[in-house]
């Protein structure tokens, strides 16, 4: 039921990599992961094209290392994003029990 979410995060990656905005497509292939491990089937892929293209450059650790500190934003992003969405979530509840517990007593 969602996994549009993670196949178009996904496909914003593999979109990205077309573009070569390698950072890009790890921020958003980790999303998609972040969102459901069902995208974990496409990691094989995604590791072997981003090391083979970081192999390629003239400083490979460097590029390898500018990928995996990408990841680290991109896991704060999500522990913020669903943090910040479950306060919602509960706060707009919890109001939205409290008006209908007032609209009962009248």
């Known amino acids: 039921m969602f996994n549009c ?5 996904t496909i914003g990656a593999v979109a990205a990599i077309l573009s ?3 950072l ?5 292939y980790c999303l998609s992961l972040n969102h459901k491990q069902m995208s974990a089937y496409f990691a094989p892929a995604f590791f072997s ?12 650790l460097l590029e390898v290392s500018r990928l995996g ?19 919602y979530c509960c706060n707009l509840i919890l109001y939205l029990y409290s008006q209908k517990a007032l ?3 009248r």
Not at 5 to 9: E, F, V
Not at 49 to 60: D, Q, S, V, W
Not at 69 to 87: D, H, M, R, Y
């Open 69 to 87: 500190l990408q990841l680290n934003p991109t896991w704060a992003t999500k522990s913020l994003v669903i943090g910040f969405c479950l306060e």
């Open 5 to 9: 979410i993670s196949l178009g995060l």
């Open 103 to 105: 609209h009962d007593g």
């Open 20 to 22: 070569g905005k390698d």
């Open 24 to 28: 890009v497509a790890c921020f958003l």
């Open 49 to 60: 094209h981003l090391l083979g293209k970081c192999l390629r450059r003239k400083h490979p």
